[in-house]
């Protein structure tokens, strides 16, 4: 694909990362772009590592095969540091955002030497004021578009609010903590990326 996003997502089985690429995916088709958004099927059993994946493009996707050399990788759950080389393939010029409640400078000795760029957001954190239990996935879905800039802020949430209401019709509560989750997210970022430009410049 020679031009567009690849995201590689590392995850555990229950803990939403291949329902955040696919969600990730539906939103950004509904935005009028191309999407791809699947898991790499193995062993499922709750708490296994798993991955998936997205590739979203303004121009038509002919690559049908794993992702190898993502522009952003997704780690849902920071043990997996510890077994999986989470970087591999990661392009210099890309990201890694990292579920965690550790600052970029405690996690930069786990990630093999990795020299791009590192965000750190406490997803459990989050997930678990807005929704009162942890769900990484919504606050790392709404990383991965502040961060990548694949959709603007507004159209994201947008999409995701319609996602919600279809997918929690009878549980409003749920739909709330969710988009509640997601803004949160996007606020910590945003202000994150603000921070970098300005020690950039």
């Not at 890309?94 to 579920?99: E, L, T």
């Not at 919600?164 to 989750?181: D, L, Q, R």
């Amino acid at each position: 694909m020679s031009s567009g996003l690849e995201i590689r997502w590392h995850g555990r089985g229950g803990q939403g990362a291949k329902t955040a690429a696919l969600l990730l995916a539906d939103a950004a088709f509904k935005t009028g772009q191309y999407v791809q958004g699947f898991p790499e099927y193995g062993p499922e059993r709750m708490g296994a590592p798993i991955t998936a994946y997205n590739r979203i493009s303004r121009e038509p996707i002919r690559v049908h095969s794993n992702i190898y050399t993502p522009n952003l990788v997704m780690v849902v759950d920071e043990t997996l540091l510890h077994s999986v080389d989470v970087t591999a393939g990661l392009k210099r010029d890309g990201a890694i955002i990292i579920n965690t409640p550790k600052t970029r400078k405690e996690i930069l000795p786990l990630l093999g030497g990795y020299q791009g760029t590192v965000y750190t957001i406490d997803a459990r954190k989050i997930s678990e004021e807005t929704l009162g239990k942890n769900f990484p996935n919504s606050p790392m879905l709404a990383a991965a578009v502040a961060v990548s800039g694949v959709m603007e802020r507004e159209a994201f949430l947008r999409e995701m609010q319609t996602s919600y209401e279809h997918k929690f019709m009878k549980k409003p509560e749920v739909i709330k903590g969710n988009m509640k989750a997601l803004s949160m997210t996007f606020d910590i970022l945003e202000e994150a990326l603000k921070s970098s430009v300005k020690k950039s410049a």
